[in-house]
Antibody
Framework: EVQLVESGGGLVQPGRSLRLSCAAS????????MHWVRQAPGKGLEWVSG????????GHADSVKGRFTISRDNAKNSLYLQMNSLRAEDTALYYC???????????WGQGTLVTVSS | EIVLTQSPGTLSLSPGERATLSCRASQSVSSSYLAWYQQKPGQAPRLLIY???SRATGIPDRFSGSGSGTDFTLTISRLEPEDFAVYYCQHYGSSPYTFGQGTKLEIK
């Protein structure tokens, strides 16, 4: 059974940093690209970042470019999102998602909540 | 960046009726890299359709997708009570992989 479990969310002040993690199991992790998608309270879905199976291709949304960095450790079956210079508008539930047939997402975690507030 | 516009914003229908949801792209979506997701309150999204018209694993055949280029449609042939949710389209042909703003399907 595929499982994606996010962790690392919490309350953080504007301008500070946070690192999210996603532990994957139930599939061959290093065969697939992985992504982060976020959802602000009461709002729609926003793709944040994606990384290829071997970390050779990485992309970020313009809204987080230069502040967020996606990475992975295939030996640990883990995906990460380093978030720096956090802003109030980064407040959201952050989902880890597995890529499928290109870059749509067939499995999602339950999300980890990030709240940026003073 | 491809902008996806979904319509209507809210669709009010009764169980047993047919639902038609639209997703229009600001530019052509390459190779029909268009997906549809369903999201219920408090849950993660679920992949319904990929490649514009292929059903994901375990998705009932009352869900169907169609379209190409800039105009795409999700059709639910006969609504079941569990189908009332928010639906999102997503393009995934090239980064950034944007989502539409969603259509809320509510019980009339």
């Amino acid at each position: 059974e595929v499982q994606l479990v996010e962790s690392g969310g919490g309350l953080v002040q504007p301008g500070r940093s946070l690192r999210l993690s996603c532990a994957a199991s139930g599939f061959t992790f290093d065969d697939y690209a992985m992504h982060w998608v976020r959802q602000a309270p009461g709002k729609g879905l926003e793709w944040v970042s994606g990384i290829s199976w071997n970390s050779g291709s990485i992309g970020h949304a313009d809204s987080v470019k230069g502040r967020f960095t996606i990475s992975r450790d295939n030996a640990k079956n883990s995906l990460y999102l380093q978030m720096n210079s956090l802003r109030a508008e980064d407040t959201a539930l952050y989902y880890c998602a597995k890529a499928y047939r290109g870059q749509c997402f067939d499995y999602w975690g339950q999300g980890t909540l990030v709240t940026v507030s003073s | 960046e491809i902008v996806l516009t979904q319509s209507p914003g809210t669709l009010s229908l009764s169980p047993g009726e047919r639902a038609t949801l639209s997703c229009r792209a600001s530019q052509s979506v390459s190779s029909s890299y268009l997906a549809w997701y369903q999201q219920k309150p408090g849950q993660a999204p679920r992949l319904l359709i990929y490649g514009a018209s292929s059903r994901a694993t375990g998705i009932p055949d009352r869900f169907s997708g169609s379209g190409s280029g800039t105009d795409f449609t999700l059709t639910i042939s006969r609504l079941e009570p569990e189908d009332f949710a928010v639906y999102y389209c997503q393009h995934y042909g090239s980064s950034p992989y944007t989502f539409g703003q969603g259509t809320k399907l509510e019980i009339k």
